[in-house]
């Protein structure tokens, strides 16, 4: 950022060439991060690497044609494979290219050919911009030359800029609806990935092929294919985010509902503030994983900044099944079926059904000491052929479970509710307190597993110019972590 920051105080130009001004500026800044890949290439730092693709985030909006094949043709020798392939791919731009090609001889920038992150780097920023200007046939071209070229490396640099590369590989698959045709691929890099220990690309393709299980409904596989692969700790906050978001969505299709609410509302605490999508459809199925729990969630949820109108139907919802009304629970349904189908929460939506019964059934204990069973069954207005027997079944089962306190008066048909004891001589109030000590542990042990330390700190001082060249770089990457979260999201 300090290299924007420099071209804003240099002198405006003339009229004249303003409109050819920001060209230049942009290829310049795409010069100075491949000079940077390349000091990380030579020295193996990966953090240059990943420095490196955070600044390419930052100028993924102002990139052009023009400064794409200018940056190519500086990059990749005219006479390689990797320029003709990409350059096919761009569109010609031939009005700016003298302007392009004219830049000051003070600021040229020369890098080393042939290094392979820089050429990797070059199929990364061909196919974003391919994307982002939705051509998705030549980005799914781009894709595949991009990962038959990576699996003939194996370079611990080359790791941060390939587990970017599979990331847009499927995206634009995704795009095209065409996620089934890549999943082979993806199991053979993830096979890859693993045989060359390279940490970051089995996290994100294992995430990858998670998505493209769950993309086609197969929870089964996805499950199968998350349990048998490799653990280690995360490497990356979003690949972590999205891994618990995918293990909460399992969870919660095999009706383990207790683990699918805290992978979901631990997905959605760590997600950053800029990835509000990602945080709207954690808090959409934390939601409905709550109300199946037979919890109602707080009112807070619903208004979080950013989010209310889309958790609107999700309130109405669990107003339905907070007072306990079918009847209004099938009208949300019928009203807001397409957003329940959209968001793929149409079954689970439908297994709450019973839920609503039991917290009618349990308002109607509460409120009456006795009821007969014909009145259970129009309160709660179940349209079966024979409401009583069927209203007779559902207070048997909330009475097994423990829902209700209540006895049955078969021969009279009654419900008899007894009397509601005192919560606070039960063991409810320390099974709470331990959750939440527990939970504030847990917080706390991930917090400190998160510090970071710079190594051997404890062995040697740092020069002064090495600390400011630290401070420098962690003001740089608090200031692309915002951008950087936004993108991958």
Known sequence: MTDVQMSDSEPQPAPAPAAAAPAPAVLHHLKEIASVIEAGSLSKEVRRISRAVRLTVALRRRLAARDVSAFLAFALPASSDAYARLTSLVPKDDEMEMDVDAADPATQIWIKHGLPEIEIYCYLLVMIFLIDQKKYDDAKACATASITRLKNLNRRTVDVLASRLYFYYSYVHELTNSLAEIRGNLLALHRMATLHRDELGQETLLNLLLRNYLHYNLYDQAEKLRSKAPRFEAHSNQQFCRYLFYLGKIRTIQLEYTDAKESLLQAARKAPIAARGFRIQCNKWAIIVRLLLGEIPERTVFMQKGMKQALTPYFELTNAVR???????????????????????????????????????????????????????????????????????????????????????????????????????????????????????????????????????????????????????????????????????
């Open 323 to 489: 007072i306990g009304d079918l009847e209004l629970f099938r009208a949300v349904a019928d009203k807001f079926a397409s957003t329940f189908s959209a968001d793929r929460t149409r079954n689970l939506i439908v297994r709450l059904r019973h839920n609503v019964i039991r917290i009618g059934l349990r308002n109607i204990s509460i409120s009456y000491s006795r009821i007969s069973l014909a009145d259970i069954a129009k309160k709660l207005r179940l349209d079966s052929e024979n409401p009583v027997a069927d209203a007779e079944s559902i207070v048997a089962k909330a009475i097994r479970d423990g829902a209700i306190d209540a006895t049955i008066d078969h021969a009279n048909g009654w419900m008899v509710s007894k009397e509601t004891g005192d919560v606070y001589s039960t063991n409810e109030p320390q099974i709470a307190f331990n959750s939440r000590i527990a939970f504030c542990l847990n917080m706390h042990n991930e917090a400190v597993k998160a510090m970071r330390f710079p190594p051997n700190s404890h062995k040697e001082k740092e020069s002064a110019e090495k600390r400011r060249e630290r401070l420098q770089q962690e003001e740089e990457l608090a200031k692309h972590m915002a951008e950087e979260d936004d993108d991958d999201f």
